[in-house]
Nanobody, 122 residues
Framework: VQPLVESGGGLVQAGGSLRLSCAAS????????MGWWRQAPGKEREFVAW???????AYAEAVKGRFTISRDKTNNTVYLQMNSLKPEDTAKYYC????????????????WGQGTQVTVSS
């Protein structure tokens, strides 16, 4: 499985915006739904957003209305646009390939990127 490669993280003030990118192989992009997850220090990895092949989306309650997941077939990339960022959004963000059943379950994802750090200062 070719790796997923995230980018776009950084340090931003509360209220600011960032856009994360996840570059995938053509095979992955054309055949799988994709998700974004995040993990803060000392906490479990948690679901953030999910997008299907036909761009149906789902979001965690904590980010609904602030984050937008999208996919671009011209460059096999999945994006996570994050607006109105809060200090509690600080975490390492991971892109993952969804291969079975429940999109909200960690075990439904079989390939993960290395993660990109997002830090929101108050």
């Amino acid at each position: 499985v070719q790796p997923l490669v995230e980018s776009g993280g950084g340090l931003v003030q509360a209220g600011g915006s960032l856009r994360l990118s996840c570059a995938a192989s053509r095979h992955t992009f054309d055949n799988y739904a994709m998700g974004w997850w995040r993990q803060a220090p000392g906490k479990e990895r948690e679901f953030v957003a999910w997008i299907t092949l036909i761009s149906t989306t789902a979001y965690a309650e904590a980010v609904k209305g602030r984050f937008t997941i999208s996919r671009d077939k011209t460059n096999n990339t999945v994006y996570l646009q994050m607006n109105s960022l809060k200090p509690e959004d600080t975490a390492k963000y991971y892109c993952a390939r969804h291969y079975q059943s429940d999109a909200y379950s960690l075990s439904s994802y079989d390939s993960w990127g290395q993660g990109t750090q997002v830090t929101v200062s108050s």
